[in-house]
C-alpha cells in the first residue's frame, strides 16, 4: 500500500462547478501538505501550502488538512477551463532534507 | 526567467546507452532535489543536495545513477547503460534552506529510452 493515495479520476465537472479532490495517507509523522497542480508535459506549480491541522483559503482555491482522520482535500471553487490539468498532493514530515511523498495524482477536466 | 531550468527537455536515447541532465535551480536556492515521475504516477524522490553536498540518495536511485552538483550550484544527473524501464520525466527542484516544502520544480526532462 502506497503512503499517500489519491483517487486518479478522470474528474469531469462543467465550468463554474465546485470541485473536491481528495488524499489519504497513513504515514502519520507528515505534517507539512502541499497541493501542485501540473499541466500536461509540464513540471509540477505549487497551489497550496499547509501546515498541521487546519484551512487555508488563496482566492478560488481551500485546502483543509484533518490529521486525525489522515485526510487532506482541495477545494476549487467557480472552476474553469483553465484549471483542467493534474492536482497532485504531497506531504513531508519536515526532516532535515524535507524531501515530499507525492499521491499519483486526479486529472480534472473543466468543460466549458 | 529566473525559475528552475532543465536541459534537455526531451531526450531519445538506446538502450545501453549514457545519458546526462542538467538543472539550474533558482539562483539562491541552497537546496537541490532530483525526483523521477512515471507516466500517470506522482514524481518520486531520487537525491538531494545542500548546496554541494548529496544528503540522500532513494533506494530507487540504483547504482546506475549518480549526480552532482559541483560548488553548488547547477547539478548532473546521469544514468549509464539505459534500461528501457529508466523512460521517465527527471524533474529537479529547489528549495532555500530551512522552508519546508516549497519546492520549486523545473519543467523536467523527459527520457525515452528505446
Known amino acids: 500500500q502506497k503512503e499517500v493515495e489519491q483517487d486518479p479520476g478522470p474528474l469531469s465537472v462543467p465550468e463554474g462547478a465546485i470541485v473536491s479532490l481528495n488524499c489519504t495517507y497513513s504515514?502519520?509523522?507528515?505534517?507539512?501538505f502541499m497541493w501542485y497542480r501540473q499541466y500536461s508535459r509540464k513540471g509540477p506549480e505549487l497551489l497550496m501550502y499547509?501546515?498541521?491541522?487546519g484551512n487555508k483559503e488563496d482566492g478560488r482555491f481551500t485546502a483543509q488538512v484533518d490529521k486525525s482522520s489522515k485526510y487532506i482535500s482541495l477545494f476549487i471553487r467557480d472552476s474553469q477551463p483553465s484549471d483542467s490539468a493534474t492536482y497532485l498532493c504531497?506531504?513531508?514530515?519536515?526532516?532535515?532534507?524535507?524531501?515530499?511523498?507525492f499521491g499519483g495524482g486526479t486529472r480534472l477536466m473543466v468543460k466549458p | 526567467d529566473t525559475g528552475v531550468s532543465q536541459d534537455p527537455r526531451h531526450k531519445i536515447t538506446k538502450r545501453g546507452q549514457n545519458v546526462t541532465f542538467r538543472c539550474d535551480p533558482i539562483?539562491?536556492?541552497?537546496?537541490l532535489y532530483w525526483y523521477r515521475q512515471t507516466l500517470g504516477q506522482g514524481p518520486e524522490f531520487l537525491t538531494y543536495?545542500?548546496?554541494?553536498?548529496?544528503?540522500?540518495k532513494s533506494r530507487l536511485l540504483s547504482d546506475r545513477f549518480s549526480a552532482e552538483r559541483p560548488k553548488g550550484s547547477f547539478s548532473t544527473l546521469e544514468i549509464q547503460r539505459t534500461e528501457q524501464g529508466d523512460s521517465a520525466m527527471y524533474l529537479c527542484?529547489?528549495?532555500?534552506?530551512?522552508?519546508?516544502?516549497?519546492?520549486?520544480f523545473g519543467e523536467g526532462s523527459r527520457l525515452t529510452v528505446l
Open positions: 527542484a529547489s528549495s532555500w534552506g530551512q522552508s519546508t516544502g516549497e519546492l520549486f
Open positions: 504515514n502519520s509523522a507528515f505534517q507539512y
Open positions: 499547509t501546515y498541521s491541522s
Open positions: 504531497a506531504m513531508s514530515a519536515g526532516n532535515a532534507g524535507n524531501m515530499l511523498t
Open positions: 539562483s539562491e536556492h541552497n537546496r
Open positions: 543536495f545542500q548546496n554541494e553536498a548529496q544528503l540522500e
